[in-house]
């Protein structure tokens, strides 16, 4: 079996030959044997990608130079009706570092709900604008991106020039640097010879977008940064984090006088004996939010929360008001809903995953999910942040409607963690990372290899790519090939 690298780099590393590594992979005289075998295979896995990230990168063109003015740097923060975190902070100087280079960037900003992602783009469109440049923030719901502009409205040193656009509000495209804010509809609406051009892309809650959509706004020239907000980034995007090709600003700070959300996996029969400490909760004037699943059949969604808005009607008193939202009801008629659930103590709302995001009602403090083990742990994270957002304690009941082993073990890991990215790592090793360069965002990155998470690998084979495709890019070529044959 020929080795894609030589002796010399294989000893500067510490590392076993190919052939070698192979033969006592399968047949380790002891453990240590296994696991030096372990870290060479690992390692080729690692260069292979770094290798690929090192010649992609080269092939994107150039983003835009934003010029950081620490004035208003300060304005912004005077202007924000609170202080910034330490962990806002750093976020903001890393972005600032990002935008004040020519070299693309990819950068994560992780965070519990509540933890303030949202903060440090004020600064960052501020910043653009005051270069003379566009930006654009992306959101998954029209309900979030309605929340976004009037936060920016509000809070910018540009207020005339942030733009909403959604399916019903077109962009107006001026000549004029601009913060675009909007939904998917934004995709398609913004010119590819924008002027002035974007200095990024912002997507927030990530997981709700397909790699193909992201994409898009990817491909234009000059080329955009892109920040990606998230409270539990997909398996994928872990898994860039993890192979160097995706920077990672972590807000760990969480609210204070902000409880846990205690969660629990019930079944479907042991679920039914629940009315009485349902009906004692919203006695108290707590809500309810109950959740069904999107299902891809026609109209199945809506009669899925249709079923269970019946189901709950009879299930407890009719004194507590109750609300159903789904898909095919009108953004418009979804926003007068949220409304009066939010103003109305002791209700209970029905829905399907819209209430994901952007939804902040501080005396809800239950989250019933049915069906959970259809919802990724990013969506069953996310939709437990809707509740406990005050000084109340909260509840979430994932209610599975099967009980296969794999769903089971994904279920339990929301009864033991609240971290978000731990989630996610977990949700890695699970599913797997998806076509890292493809449209999956789950499923094909699988490796038996122990070593392969390593970081310290990760960093290893990252600076020893560079120097392989810095000395020759044909021979980068031939070896990343080599690499894929044991």
Known sequence: MSDPLD????????????????YKLHFPSDSQERWRADKRLSYNEHLRINIHNCLEREKLGSSVLVKIFPKIRDYTE??????????????????????????????????????????????????SLAT??????????????????????????????????????????????????????????????LDPPLAFVAIDEQHKFGVTQREILMKRKPLPHLFNLSATPIPRTVALGLLGDLEISNLSHKPTNRLPVKTFVVSPTKFKKSPKWLTEELEKGNQIFVICPNISEHNAATSSVEKQATVYRKLLPNQFPLWSIHGRVSGDDQLKILTQFKNTPGSILVSTSLVEVGIDIPTANIMIIHSAERFGLAQLHQLRGRVGRGEVQGYCFLVPSSDDEIETERLQLLQKFHNGLVLAQKDLRLRGAGEI??????????????????????????????????????????????????
Do not use: M
């Open 437 to 486: 360069y493809g449209e999956k965002q789950h499923g094909s990155l699988q490796t038996r290899l122990k070593y392969f998470w390593s970081k310290k690998l990760f960093k290893l084979s990252k600076s020893d790519a560079l120097k392989i495709v810095r000395l020759d890019k044909q021979k980068a070529l031939e070896i990343a090939k080599g690499l894929l044959t044991w």
């Open 132 to 193: 003379g440049l566009s930006c654009a923030i992306l959101a998954p719901t029209e309900i979030l991106a309605n929340q976004h502009f009037n936060t920016f409205k509000k809070y910018s040193l540009f207020p005339k020039n942030v733009s909403l656009v959604t399916g019903s509000s077109k962009a107006k495209i001026t000549h004029q640097p601009t913060i675009f804010i909007g939904t998917h509809a934004l995709l398609n609406q913004l010119p590819a010879n």
């Open 78 to 127: 005077k202007i924000l009706p609170f202080t910034l975190t330490a962990g806002q902070r750093k976020t903001v100087r890393q972005i600032e570092k990002d935008l004040k280079t020519k070299a693309f960037t990819h950068r994560l900003i992780q965070g519990e709900t509540g933890s303030g992602k949202t903060a440090p783009l004020l600064f960052a469109a501020n910043q």
């Open 7 to 22: 002796a010399a780099s294989l000893a500067e590393a510490g590392l076993l030959p190919l052939s070698e590594a192979v």
